[in-house]
């Protein structure tokens, strides 16, 4: 039994695998998310917010899901570098944001405080650290020796999954952590950390792996070809991928970024200071305006 | 470089010529019988293929040799390379092997 997606599993099969271990990590977290939302209910209401969460929160976990499991995991872990970076990517610019906002801050706060990294999720939450928490993420885990040596067991796949969808949490941090001490006041501040750190940066090594005349990684070299791509070809769209995906997430988010501060800053003129929410929210769940 | 097929049946000239192109447009196909194919082989110091039995699709496998073997400017082979050998590999060794004076044509 494969309990994770592995490379060298000999020619790829359109026959789907299970991956148990795969549906646990979805599961588990479902279920416990579920049950936590449940026994807050019993006390206050439901508010418009928190069923917006939940979605977000479903929504990021099945993304997760389909970038785990069969095929797309299958074929990123053993035979196409293309769909390695399409898994990065579903990870870290659609998982991972959708899950953190879908967290309502007393639960993140509670798991937090429950594994006793409050502080460490502060301190690499800052903008800077974060951005350097996740670019170098992004770095290490694209370094050909480590992919070709974490993707060839089942625990060091596993290992390189979750350190992403971590990293990817991390970057988004500053801007969709539900905890709105730990987020930076300013949306331009904002935009433009999401623009360095996710957006800018991972071109870099984007170009680098896009311009390589060489095969970089021996796992997807090696591997039985699934099409009509070749090695080369698969590599440069891997690399591509890396280059340009950020964009179409980053710049949409910035843009939602600066239109939330400007409609605040035009009720808090149209209403008056008094009338401005407070810094930790003004609606009666004591939800934060988004 | 030339490959040449194990399954002859399978790998007609245009399925070998769309394969081969995932590996570059410059890499030459061979085929020909199933006798030609084993006088080859036997050349060459390579055992036989061993086909496994078709399933309900009457798809089947092959199990064949699959390591490279380099001829040198002296029509010789000194040196095999197995499966697993990486084109970054092949690179730095070309240079090497045919700069060797001891199998350079005589």
Known sequence: MTWWCVSGQGAFSWTPIAYPGVWLTVIAPVITYVLALQRRRRDPGVSRSDRRRSISFFAGMATYWIATDWPIATLGAGYLASMHMTQYLLYTLVASPLILAGLPDWMLTSMLRTLGLESAWRAVTRPLVAGLVFNGVLLVTHVPGVVDTFRANQFGSMTMDIVWLASGMIAWAPVLTPRLEDRPASAAFQALYLFLAIGVLPMVPGAFITFAGQPLYRTYELAPRVSSLSVLDDQQLAGALMKVSSMFIVWPVMAVLFYKAAERDRHSVTVGPSSEPSPVGSSASGARPE | ?106
Do not use: K
């Open chain 2, 1 to 106: 470089m030339i490959f040449v097929t194990t399954d002859p049946e399978r790998d007609t000239p245009v399925a070998l010529r769309e394969w081969l192109n995932t590996f570059g447009s410059d890499v030459v196909g061979l085929t020909g019988t199933p006798q030609q194919i084993g006088v080859a082989q036997t050349a060459a110091g390579i055992a036989s293929p061993t086909g496994t039995a078709p399933d309900s699709d009457g798809g089947y496998s092959v199990v064949h040799a699959s390591q490279a073997i380099m001829f040198t400017p002296d029509d010789l082979t000194h040196i095999e390379y197995p499966f697993g050998t990486t084109r970054a590999d092949w690179s730095a060794d070309l240079e090497l092997l045919s700069t060797r004076p001891d199998w350079m044509r005589a």
